[in-house]
């Protein structure tokens, strides 16, 4: 303990696990290698306030660089870690570099789905995953073009209202038969289907998109019913998959992330991992999971240097998330797989409800839509696993925090 810390991957959660282990103590070397060129950010308002250029991207940083620098911590950016001998305790470096370490955290974050079709390199196409990426797609938001996004997730989403503030005309071209299906119910997915064409865009579902194709002043987006949607620019926005080769390069256990148990640990004891690029043991839900959330990244990085600095504490956060579309902002608490009863609170028409996912009686999630003081009360029944009497959860006269605990 007290030997060199590497960190590698400059995100989300490498910027919380170097303030937790300054703040825990640490007085020792640490060092944060990047590919990015840029200090550790946060990614969620690249698909809202970024995009729709309400904020610089100061903001964006977790910190200035300066506080690193006064920290006494070591930022190296646009360089890769490219390996990492486990037996020797040393890292490669894209520049050419070796670093030797003493600990090391692995948060690689998670990149990209690509579409495996034609057309998907074309100028005008694009993804959305760093600040390059927007700032790109930003050139184009010019009110009247048209825009075809392929994916209806979150981000896709939030992309398509960003998009339609700024006067853009949108289509949304969805796989499967409803929006944002992977986390929430058919009832939100209905929703959000609502607000989205009541907003003017064109939302269609069981749509496969099989290529793109470069007209003289235009983009045609081609799918598998034969419809052609002809656009400006095309935003894909299809998932993600998380950064594990290094980890596996190395012989680290991966499957849909790096294997870390409770405490962020790996197979190998003088190496952590945290954030997206994980797959951890969820202490709520007694199965492992992968998490792509803020409040994974933290919570986890939290866990990763209370590890590095030998004083181990598990996990036991209840996985949080959100998503903000137009006038509306969706929190998530739990994770609904496997729900056997749904509880609606409120009225879908008013843009304030909230949907409670219950399982053999317990409830294990929650979905509200503008309702940030309820939602507070129900993190705490997700957490406690709570046993609550579905008819008083329906009753809005009854607050959430009252209702009978069977
Ligand atoms: C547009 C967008 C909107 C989002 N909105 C929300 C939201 O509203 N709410 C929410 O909870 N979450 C949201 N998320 C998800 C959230 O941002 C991620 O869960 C979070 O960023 C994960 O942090 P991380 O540090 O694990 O990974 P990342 O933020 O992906 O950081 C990992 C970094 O490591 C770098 N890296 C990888 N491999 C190497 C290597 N070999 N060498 C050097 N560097 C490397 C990557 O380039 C990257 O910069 C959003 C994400 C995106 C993209």
């Known amino acids: 303990m007290g030997g060199p810390i590497i960190i590698v991957g400059a995100g989300h959660a490498a910027g919380h696990l170097v303030m937790s282990l300054r703040a825990d103590g640490f007085s020792g070397s640490i060092t944060v290698i990047g590919e990015e060129p840029h200090v550790p950010y946060q990614r969620p308002p690249l698909s809202k306030q970024y995009l729709g250029g309400e904020v610089g991207v100061a903001k964006l940083y977790l910190r200035p660089v300066e506080w690193y620098r006064d ?35 692995l948060t690689t974050g998670s990149r990209v789905r690509t579409l495996p079709i034609p057309g998907v390199d074309l100028p005008g196409v694009f993804y959305l995953r760093t600040i390059q990426d927007v ?99 095309v935003i894909i926005a299809v998932g993600i998959v998380p950064n594990v080769e290094l980890a596996a390069a190395a012989g680290l256990p991966t499957d849909n992330g790096i294997l870390v148990d409770e405490f962020g640990r790996t197979s190998d004891p003088c190496i952590v991992a945290a954030g997206d690029c994980t797959n951890h043991p969820s202490f709520i839900y007694g199965r492992r999971v992968r998490l792509e959330s803020v409040q994974n990244a933290m919570s986890q990085a939290r866990v990763a240097a209370a590890a590095l600095n030998g004083k181990p504490k598990p996990y036991t956060d209840v996985p949080t998330f959100w998503s903000e579309q137009y006038d509306l902002r969706l929190q998530i608490v739990g994770l609904s797989q496997g729900y056997d009863d749904i509880v609606v609170r409120g009225d879908p028409g008013e843009r304030a409800f909230a949907l409670f996912y219950l399982k053999e009686g317990v409830l ?21 696993r709570a046993r609550v009497a579905p008819d008083q959860l329906k009753d809005p006269a009854v607050p959430v925090q009252d209702a009978v605990r069977l």
């Open 71 to 105: 920290a006494g911590i070591d930022l190296i950016s646009d360089t890769a870690v490219t390996g990492i001998d486990r037996a020797a305790k040393t890292i490669a470096l894209s520049d050419g570099r070796t670093l030797e370490y003493d600990q090391l955290a």
């Open 135 to 233: 700032d790109r797609i930003r050139e184009h938001f010019v009110a009247g073009r048209r825009l075809a996004i392929i994916g209806g997730g979150y981000i896709g989403l939030e992309a398509t209202a960003v998009a339609v503030k700024k006067g853009l005309v949108v289509t949304v071209l969805e796989m499967d038969t409803r929006v944002m299906s992977r986390v929430v119910a058919p009832i939100m997915s209905e929703f959000f289907e609502d607000v989205h064409r009541t907003a003017g865009v064109d939302v269609r579902t069981s749509v496969r998109v099989t290529g793109i194709v470069r007209n003289e002043d235009s983009l045609s987006v081609c799918s598998d019913d034969g419809a052609i949607v002809v656009a400006d620019l």
């Open 364 to 384: 294990v999630a929650v979905d509200a839509i503008n309702k940030p003081m309820e939602f507070m009360h129900c993190r705490r029944l997700v957490a406690d």
